[in-house]
């Protein structure tokens, strides 16, 4: 499986930037997904998880209310969008595919991962 992030970028504080995750070489459409950042001298954290379906998605108290993440039908394909971002929302975010058909917290659960894709925000 190959992942692809994208959709980083500036922005200042309140604004919003989506991301995206493609899946390539092999289907991930029966895997939970979910995204991670890790922020500059920190480690790396959970942002927000997925299942298969496009449902049961569960997110860091952090980004609760602000943060929604989807997939498209065909399932290969997660977004997040990002709303009210803040300062501290500055970091390095990755996506990652799971082994099993709901997501997990643990970044150490997850055997696929994307390159990651950068996002700064301004005050």
Same mark, same amino acid.
Do not use: H
């Given at each position: 499986?190959? *992942?692809?992030?994208? &959709? &980083? &970028?500036?922005?200042?504080?309140? /604004?919003?930037?989506? *991301? !995206? %995750?493609?899946? !390539? $070489? $092999? ?6 997904? @979910? ?8 480690? $790396? ?9 496009? @449902?049961? #998605?569960?997110?860091?108290? !952090? ?11 065909? /399932? ?7 709303? =009210? *971002? ?7 975010? +990755? %996506? #990652? #595919? ?5 997501? !997990? ?6 055997? +696929?991962? =994307?390159? &990651? ?7």
């Amino acid at each position: 499986v190959q *992942l692809q992030a994208s &959709g &980083g &970028g500036l922005v200042q504080a309140g /604004g919003s930037l989506k *991301l !995206s %995750c493609a899946a !390539s $070489r $092999r289907t991930v459409s029966n895997n939970g997904m @979910g995204w991670f950042r890790r922020a500059p001298g920190k480690e $790396r954290e959970f942002v927000a998880g997925i299942a298969w379906n496009g @449902g049961n #998605a569960f997110y860091a108290d !952090s980004v609760k209310g602000r943060f929604t993440i989807s997939r498209d039908k065909a /399932g290969n394909t997660m977004y997040l969008q990002m709303n =009210g *971002l803040k300062p501290e929302d500055t970091a390095v975010y +990755y %996506c #990652a #595919a799971y082994r099993r058909a709901f997501a !997990s917290s643990q970044p150490t659960e997850y055997p +696929y991962w =994307g390159q &990651g894709t950068l996002v700064t925000v301004s005050s």
